[in-house]
């Protein structure tokens, strides 16, 4: 009975470079969001995910970022040219299809290190 | 945006004493939860609360959904060690259509237990 599952872990990266975060969600959810935690904060909202569809992502930076969930595969964060302020841990949740009552399961996060 | 002000921002208890944590935000919202974040680990969710004035309890904790439904708070009784932690409210609407807009997180409570 796996949860959301984040890879990797944690991730270092060069200004300039490019990073990856992938997640899968708990088997039977659908929708899947993004969060953002720096040190000594709390979680911020990134963007709001379902099968192919981007459904909100008012939280997300206009630039550089991007995310997709689609119909094969896990869902992607994808950040280009990283720069210091990115470093952060950042964590996938995943809710229910039919039942979206707000619950939201967390995965471990991915820590990413910009060097 | 919604803001949600959680306190106290820490706790130093003494093993056995009871807890008690609450959020206030500017905006109503018609989902509480509580969540707990260990170091290192992604937040996981201690209770879920619907309706204003709603009270829940789960085993030693106890949380409420305001009346006004723009507060909540969270007790724990006869604190444990492994109570330490970081303990988030967060606060969300729900669309009309059954999905749900990300959470708003308050900016945690560290609860450090002294033996």
């Known amino acids: 009975n796996a949860g959301v599952m984040q890879n990797p872990r944690h991730l270092v990266r060069r200004r300039g470079q490019e990073a990856r975060l992938r997640c899968s969600p708990m088997?039977?959810?659908?929708?899947v969001y993004w969060y953002r935690q720096l040190p000594e904060e709390g979680l911020k909202f990134m963007v709001y995910l379902q099968k192919e569809n981007i459904i909100d992502e008012s939280g997300m930076p206009k630039e550089r970022f991007s995310a997709e969930f689609p119909k094969e595969g896990p869902s992607i964060l994808r950040i280009q040219q990283v720069v210091r302020g990115d470093s952060a841990a950042y964590f996938c949740a995943s809710s229910r299809e039919l039942e979206n009552t707000g619950e939201l399961f967390f995965g471990e996060g991915s820590r990413l290190t910009v060097l | 945006g919604q803001q949600l002000n959680q306190s106290p921002q820490s706790m130093f208890i003494q093993e056995g004493e009871d807890v008690s944590m609450n959020c206030t935000s500017s905006?109503?919202?018609?989902?509480w939860l509580w969540y707990k974040q260990d170091p290192g680990e992604g937040p996981v969710l201690l209770i879920a609360?619907?309706?204003?004035?709603e009270l829940t309890s789960n085993g030693r904790l106890t949380a409420q959904f305001g009346i006004t439904r723009k507060d909540s708070f969270l007790n724990i009784s006869a604190s444990i060690p492994s109570d330490v932690g970081i303990y988030f409210c967060?606060?969300?609407?729900?669309?009309?259509?059954?999905?749900?807009?990300?959470?708003?997180f308050g900016k945690g409570t560290h609860l450090i237990i002294q033996p």
């Open positions: 905006s109503i919202f018609n989902t």
């Open positions: 609360l619907y309706k204003a004035g």
């Open positions: 088997k039977g959810h659908s929708h």
């Open positions: 967060a606060g969300q609407l729900q669309y009309s259509g059954g999905g749900a807009d990300g959470l708003t």
